[in-house]
């Protein structure tokens, strides 16, 4: 186990596990090694604005945040995911609008919760375990001032970010599912998902 010293605030899975992706350094398959490398690139993007964070808006951090996110994550397939079988009957048009207003909320949301540095550190696994779905699941935890420590996995596949696993079980994706079903049993279909994705990502960028 390896542990690398961060100083950030943080307050939520998805935050946590992409601050862990940027510390896995100890890789032994080629699948791995090229994991790393990409993890590696995301990390130069990603740290010179954690370390300004205190000093940048919630709008700033979210322009910044953008690139490295979503190439991070693998948001086609969690908006596929996530929407379950009502994704087949949205239109093509419907199916962008869904991803990219799902794109912007997963930035904005890391924006709104990045804020500065207070002495968090992480310890990541470098051994991984293979997924049942296919992919790999990175075991890490998250240190935190006073001795609490949580476990944070994630699953990473094709070299993207699927799914983020708060205290080793409880699945991101699975809590997005949840919330795209009760937005869709409205009857409002795609446009009321976009419309609402919309609205929180507003309200979360408001600061």
């Known amino acids: 186990m390896i542990r690398f010293p961060f100083r950030l605030s943080l307050s939520s899975p998805f935050i946590a596990v992409v601050l862990a992706l940027l510390s896995m350094s100890a890789i032994a398959s080629p699948a791995e090694a090229q994991a790393s ?21 919630v709008r ?4 910044r945040f953008g690139p490295a996110i ?29 991803r990219e207003a799902f794109a912007a909320f997963l930035v904005a949301d890391y924006a709104h919760q ?13 051994q991984t375990s293979p997924s049942a779905g296919g ?30 696993y708060l205290n080793g079980t409880i699945s991101d994706l699975a809590t997005r599912r949840d919330e795209f079903a009760s937005i869709l ?23």
């Open 37 to 57: 490398r990409r993890i590696d690139a995301y990390y130069q993007q990603l740290m010179p604005t954690l370390k300004a964070a205190g000093s940048l808006s």
């Open 135 to 164: 992919g790999e699941v990175v075991k890490t935890k998250l240190l935190q001032p006073g001795g609490r420590t949580v476990q944070i996995n994630y699953l990473v596949r094709g070299g993207r970010i699927l799914d983020v």
């Open 185 to 207: 049993s409205g009857g409002g279909g795609a446009d009321a998902l976009v419309k609402t994705l919309r609205a929180r990502t507003e309200s979360l960028l408001a600061g």
């Open 60 to 63: 700033e951090r979210d322009r």
């Open 70 to 98: 979503r190439s991070a994550f693998d948001i086609g397939a969690m908006a596929r995911l996530a929407s379950g079988p009502a994704w087949s009957k949205f239109s093509s048009a419907q199916q962008a609008a869904v």
């Open 114 to 126: 990045v804020t500065d540095y207070s002495g968090e550190s992480f310890v990541v696994d470098p």
